[in-house]
């Protein structure tokens, strides 16, 4: 149970950080940011569109592009080709981007502190309608061109870079600058800035193939989550293992006949009796506290075990001879000191008789 909740619990938590990883890893598919066109402070209309940083990610290709909303007047559409100019600058300051933005459209010298990142300048035209497809279209669409006033407008859209990257975090653009080179008589309803991301390697799985993405993700964050679990388990049990090791080390090499080693004695017996026929000392008292006991009753036994062996000990054959000899001289001596008389026969029967008693 606990290794199954602890298994379920990094599964979840891997889950979490491959999402945490996808929101930071993957770029916004597409970036827009309105421009408000300036007219009458320069010769032509311009705009700054302020980026989000956050929304665009280092080391990644956009391609940027800006779309016009005009009506197709007769000055738009006599206007022929104009140019339009794109500024990718570098301003963490978006309260002066606007002053220096003022500048640049009157003298086009720089930006002052500003740096610029990127620069571009496409032409533009407007898309050319012969006169008699026009009729023709207004004659047949009549309700169309009578109740939708999106008939007569136009979206222009321009392609100003490709595959434009930014190497570092530092290096992302803040603002972007467009210039529309046409004069003041160009009319336009509405300008947008777009960057597009073009997405390749292991971005382009993560959007076209997400589920199997997220999936592989969640089961290689779950796997590394466990390797590395693991591993710090196995030195935390080595580590925590070094004391125990030690005290059994202690308790072996401690010295034979102390409590210790009596009590595993104890043990061992079970309430076996011993050789002599004494019963042996039950477990109980040794873990009751009757230690004092077990020592003299020890100390006790090692004395009776060592009288009985001294009284176990046989005589040498050696000394056995010498007593039956020390006899014999004696009862010859006494027979010597009694020849000539008839003292000799009756001493000697008297010696015999006391040594049989003596045997007896």
Known sequence: MLLASGIGTLLGIAALSSALFFQAYLPHQVVTAPVYLQYGSSSNPYGVAPLV????????????????????????????????????????????????????ARSHIGFGVSKVLFSSRRPVLMPYVDPLVSLTSRVLLMAYHLLSSNSQRHTLTVKLAERVSFGK????????????????DIQIYSTQLTL???????????????????????????????LFMSAAWSAWSSYTSLPASGSKLRIRESAPGDATDL????????????????????????????????????GIKAEETFERSLADIPLAGAEADDEDESEEEDGKRQIVSGKGTSYSKEGEETVRSRVSQRFV
Not at 64 to 83: E, K, Q
Not at 264 to 279: A, I, S, V
């Open 53 to 104: 940083a956050s929304r665009m990610k280092a080391l990644q290709d956009y391609d940027v592009s800006v779309t016009f909303t005009m009506p197709r007047s007769p000055a738009n559409l006599d206007r022929g080709n104009f140019m339009v100019s794109l500024h990718l600058i570098d301003s963490g300051d978006q309260n002066t981007v606007g002053a220096r933005a003022d500048e640049f």
């Open 196 to 226: 597009t991301a073009q997405l390749r390697g292991l971005r382009y799985l993560m959007v076209h193939y997400r589920l199997l993405t997220y999936i592989v993700f969640t089961l290689l964050f779950w796997f590394f989550e466990v």
């Open 169 to 184: 975090d530092s290096l992302k653009p803040a603002a972007a600058y467009i210039e529309v080179e046409a004069g003041q």
């Open 263 to 298: 009590g595993n004695e104890l043990e061992h017996d079970d309430g076996d009796e011993d050789d002599d026929g004494d019963e042996a000392v039950p477990r109980g008292a040794f873990k009751h506290g009757s230690s004092p006991l077990l020592k003299r009753e020890s």
